[in-house]
């Protein structure tokens, strides 16, 4: 059983549009949580970590249930430059990390 | 500042054949991971090191693939004899242990094609 896990989409919005990711992990004893954006045919890079609070950079917001072991991630006012694909990551201990499959998001015109 | 470097960004290779690839981890990190990326099984952690020793080797599928980082500034995935179920994308990172951020920075990738 993978450890993250997300829908694999794809998600396609119109541009402005509102759109949320979902993604569940399988360990409780799991420390830290992140998003990575992954850009077609190219490498991974972090969109945001993701705090117990919730936190929020610009049009996007990132929250944390550690109780249903649940991490989302929602995008305000959709740009046609959202497109990609959205990795959720868990950190359980150490430095390694475990990324889930993607979401691939498609925004539309 | 660069950033993780590696190379070759595309091979092409017969099954059976020797397949080195190679990482500069960004100057100063301290933990350096190697990754494989498929369709089917996304991204896999395959190896990762700290202070160039090799910490958690788990994710290597088989013998024939082994790594190596003989000093800070480099490290190689090797596998030897290749197969086409070895095609695929492989990503080397890096990071920093000091500081509260956990963030891996990735190299553009190894396109591997094995036929």
């Known amino acids: 059983r993978k450890e993250v896990e997300q829908d694999p989409g794809p998600f396609n919005v119109p541009e402005g549009a509102t759109v949320a990711f979902n993604c569940t992990y399988s360990?409780?004893?799991?420390?830290?949580f992140f998003w990575y954006r992954q850009d077609c045919r190219k490498e991974p890079k972090l969109l945001m970590s993701?705090?117990?609070s919730g936190n929020e950079d610009g049009r996007f917001t990132a929250q944390l249930n550690r109780a249903s072991q649940y991490i989302s991630l929602l995008i305000r006012d959709s740009k046609l430059s959202d497109s990609a694909t959205y990795l959720c990551?868990?950190?359980?201990?150490?430095?390694?990390?475990?990324f889930g499959k993607g979401t691939s998001l498609l925004v539309t015109p | 500042d660069a950033g993780v470097i590696q190379s070759p960004r595309h091979e092409v290779t017969e099954m059976g054949q020797e397949v080195t690839l190679r990482c500069k981890p960004i100057?100063?990190?301290?933990?350096l991971f190697w990754y494989r990326q498929t369709m089917m099984r996304g991204l896999e952690l395959l190896i990762y090191?700290?202070?160039?020793?090799?910490?958690?080797d788990s994710g290597m599928p088989e013998d024939r693939f082994s790594a190596k980082m003989p000093n800070a500034s480099f490290s190689t995935l090797k596998i030897q004899p290749s197969e086409p179920r070895d095609s695929a994308v492989y990503f080397c990172?890096?990071?920093?242990?000091?500081?509260?951020?956990?963030?891996?920075?990735f190299g553009p990738g190894t396109r591997l094609t094995v036929t």
């Open positions: 990172a890096s990071s920093l242990s000091r500081g509260p951020s956990y963030e891996q920075y």
């Open positions: 360990n409780s004893a799991s420390q830290s």
């Open positions: 993701v705090y117990s």
């Open positions: 990551v868990v950190r359980d201990s150490g430095y390694a990390l475990n």
């Open positions: 100057s100063g990190h301290d933990y």
């Open positions: 090191f700290n202070n160039n020793v090799p910490i958690d």
